[in-house]
Structure formats: structure tokens, C-alpha cells
């Protein structure tokens, strides 16, 4: 069994997994590389074979016909044979430094027979053109050099989250809790980090910048604009996980505050984009996600809904979204995001 399967999901990625995959080969014969060609029309699927052909027990090529991001990701995990799993996106990439000291700990824990449901490390934003690189660090919410359960964490700061771009999970959990992530849908990341978190009962923080996520393609699915346009998909994805995760049934408080926080963001980034397209079909469709969140769960509508940042995205009329249009943007300027 290898230690850990990196799933890379590809689409017309040829300009820039060069880049993802040789960060990765460091790992050797310790990982498995799994190169999900996801039906590209570019040389995607012929840098994939030719890594396959020159790293044949490191790497893996797989093809299939085109199911979106989340499809390939769910191709991944079926192919997987390591103890552990992390998705890494082809065009971003892992600090070396990093990659070997988490392996270093996997290995450490496997040779003394220790398994743990989740790996948190930190992750940092490779804003295009920012010197400056905003990193999502977790020392103040995590105990650091041992394993943990969620009775031992702090609290979450705002703006302060857990990203598909921070976990490292156990490969046989994401089989056993049902992940399956939509196909053709874009923002399934914020599924495949919440949907498992209810069956994580021990965890390790390893607080180093390990993954380096880039923005600042315009066609990439963070942009503002492509968000707009692809909003139906965001809802989506916020619908899902409400029906998906019943945070009445979570017994651990402090899990459950987390998983509230979660999707309060995820509800609000769906409120603010609908605002942003300034359009009355959008600004209609927003008054029905708040209508599906308050039919599905009374208890989670009164806290979203009248939490501070849910009265702030429903403030009437052009001046109130306006308003909530500012307090977004200082917000990105804060966090770090888009």
C-alpha cells in the first residue's frame, strides 16, 4: 500500500501540470500520482501518458470522458490505494520543504501503527502579481505535534476556514462516508471538505505552508465574473451541502459551530455573487435560496439568516446591497480570497 494517492484532476491543463506534478514526484516511491485526464481537448492527456511511461510506479495516467471537476476527483478516489488522500489542482503546486516533513510524519505514524481520520496544514494564496502572499494558518485553532479530537481545538477566527487546499484525509473515510461529488459542477471542493468532517474523530496538525494555491487566471472558477456566471452551479453546491449534513444530528459542539461558520460562508459568497450580478432573475434567485434554507432547517435559517454577516447581505434595497458590496470587498482585502 502506498502511504499517500495525490488525485490531480486535469482539463486543457497542459500549460501549467508540469508544474503540479514535478513538485510532487519528490514524494517517490511513498506516493502515487493520479493523473485524471478529464476528457481534454489539448496535449493534457500526452504529458499524462508520458509521466505514466517515465514514473510507472509513482505515477498514473487515467482517462475518461470529460464529468467535471468533481467526477474526476470521484475517479481518484475509486483508484486510489494509499492510506491517504489529497487532491492537488493542475495548476497549483506543493512547497518541497513541506511535502517532505508531512511524509516524514506519515511514515512516523505508520511504522508505530497510528492512523488519523484527517492531516491539517496550512495553505497559501499565490495571488497573481501580490508580493505579499496571505497564508491560512490554523496554529491558534489546532494543538500541534499530536493527535487530536475536536474537544481539543479552539475557536475559528472570521474569515478563518478549512479549504480542500488544507487536507490530507484518511483514503478509506471518503469511501465509507459516501462521498460522491456532483459531476459537471463546479465549487465541489467545499462538498469534499464538509460532507466527511462529521466522520472525523482523530486528527494531526502540521503547521508548515504545504500547498500553493494560485489565483489569478481569468478563466479560473474563483474569478468574480466566472462565479457569477456559473452562480447556478455555487447554489448548487450551498443546496447540497445543507441537505447533505444535518448539524442537528452533530454531537460535538464544537464541530457543529465549525460546520455553522462553513456554511455561513459558503451562503454568504452565493448571497454576495447574486448581489454583484445586479440582475433581478439573480437578485429572485437569492430570495429562493433563503426560502429552500428556511423549508429544509428552521434552526440553521434563524442563525444564518440573522447572524451578523446574514442581516449585512440582507439589507434592503440598492443602498443596503450597496453596503453589503463594501463590507465583501474589505473582506477579500482581509482574507485573502478571490
Known amino acids: 500500500m502506498k502511504l499517500l494517492s495525490v488525485v490531480i484532476p486535469c482539463y486543457n491543463s497542459q500549460e501549467y501540470m508540469r508544474n503540479c506534478i514535478d513538485s510532487l514526484l519528490p514524494g517517490g516511491e511513498d506516493v502515487e500520482l493520479l493523473i485524471v485526464n478529464d476528457g481534454s481537448r489539448d496535449q493534457t492527456a500526452v504529458i499524462a501518458n508520458e509521466y ?11 482517462h475518461q470522458v470529460n464529468a467535471g471537476h468533481g467526477g474526476a476527483v470521484n475517479t481518484g478516489i475509486r483508484h486510489a490505494s494509499g492510506l491517504y488522500l489529497k ?5 497549483d503546486w506543493v512547497d518541497y520543504p513541506s511535502y517532505m516533513k ?25 495571488k497573481e502579481g501580490k508580493k505579499n502572499k496571505k497564508v491560512m494558518k490554523y496554529e491558534n485553532v489546532f494543538p ?57 474523530k482523530k486528527m494531526i496538525y502540521i503547521d508548515v505552508n504545504f500547498y500553493r ?71 429572485e434567485k437569492k430570495k429562493e435560496l433563503w426560502n429552500f434554507i428556511r423549508e429544509r432547517d428552521f434552526e440553521l435559517y434563524h442563525n444564518l439568516r440573522y447572524g451578523m454577516l446574514g442581516q449585512l447581505m440582507n439589507l434592503p434595497g440598492r443602498v443596503g446591497r450597496t453596503i453589503s458590496v463594501g463590507a465583501y470587498k474589505i473582506s477579500q482585502k482581509i482574507v485573502g480570497f478571490n
Open 52 to 62: 505514466a511511461k517515465k514514473y510507472p510506479t509513482i505515477v498514473k495516467a487515467i
Open 87 to 91: 487532491v492537488v489542482d493542475s495548476d
Open 102 to 126: 508531512i511524509l516524514h510524519k506519515l511514515k512516523t505514524m505508520a511504522r508505530n501503527h497510528t492512523v488519523v481520520d484527517m492531516v491539517v496544514s496550512n495553505f497559501v494564496f499565490e
Open 144 to 200: 500541534q505535534n499530536r493527535i487530536f479530537s475536536w474537544d481539543d481545538i479552539g475557536r475559528f477566527r472570521k474569515g478563518q476556514y478549512i479549504m480542500m487546499h488544507s487536507l490530507i484525509y484518511r483514503t478509506n473515510l471518503l469511501r465509507e462516508c459516501g462521498l460522491e461529488l456532483p459531476k459537471h459542477t463546479f465549487y465541489v471542493d467545499n462538498l469534499f471538505v464538509y460532507q466527511p468532517l462529521q466522520y472525523v
Open 213 to 283: 494555491y494560485f489565483i489569478g487566471r481569468n478563466d479560473q472558477s474563483v474569478n468574480e465574473k466566472v462565479m457569477i456566471k456559473r452562480i447556478d452551479q455555487q447554489i448548487k453546491v450551498n443546496k447540497l451541502m445543507i441537505e447533505l449534513v444535518k448539524l442537528d444530528t452533530i454531537e460535538n459542539p464544537k464541530l457543529r459551530e465549525y460546520m455553522l461558520n462553513h456554511i455561513e460562508i459558503v451562503t454568504v459568497i452565493s448571497a454576495i455573487m447574486l448581489i454583484r450580478s445586479g440582475t433581478p432573475e439573480n437578485l
